[in-house]
């Protein structure tokens, strides 16, 4: 019997009527951290530059500095991350606090964002 993986529904970015998201208590965490203002956050959400479907339910949304990892079937922004390795090396210069890691491994994101960059031509 062969496995068929269910496949999700193209989701698109919430228009400007949608104006009612939620975030969880880790990605507030994050913006308080990262110093986001609140207009990024909704810019992102709802002008993003890139949006990035993964399987089953969840997309990058990208605008500016920052981008979100969105649970797309009940609109509530999981965490928030850097949209650049340049951002991710500058906000390292903090070092650790509050149970946050200074041992990341900046190669790995790079190369990580670098392969993301080649893939944003088929980004919507």
Do not use: C
């Given at each position: 019997?062969?496995?068929k ?9 919430p228009?400007?009527?949608?104006i009612v ?11 308080v951290?990262?110093a ?5 956050i909704?810019?992102?959400m ?18 500016g ?13 999981k965490?928030i ?6 951002a991710?090396i500058e906000d390292?210069?903090?070092?650790e606090y ?5 041992d ?5 994101v790079r190369r ?5 960059k ?7």
């Amino acid at each position: 019997m062969a496995f068929k993986r269910n496949r999700a529904p193209t989701i698109h970015p919430p228009t400007r009527e949608l104006i009612v998201f939620a975030m969880s208590k880790h990605a507030l965490d994050r913006a308080v951290d990262m110093a986001v203002e609140g207009h990024e956050i909704r810019a992102a959400m709802l002008r993003p530059r890139h949006v990035h479907q993964l399987p089953g339910y969840t997309a990058y949304y990208t605008h500016g500095r920052i981008t979100l990892v969105v649970a797309t079937d009940n609109w509530v922004v999981k965490t928030i991350l850097w949209a650049t390795a340049n951002a991710w090396i500058e906000d390292r210069q903090y070092g650790e606090y509050d149970g946050r890691s200074g041992d990341a491994d900046m190669a790995g994101v790079r190369r990580a964002v670098k392969a993301r960059k080649k893939q944003q031509k088929g980004w919507r």
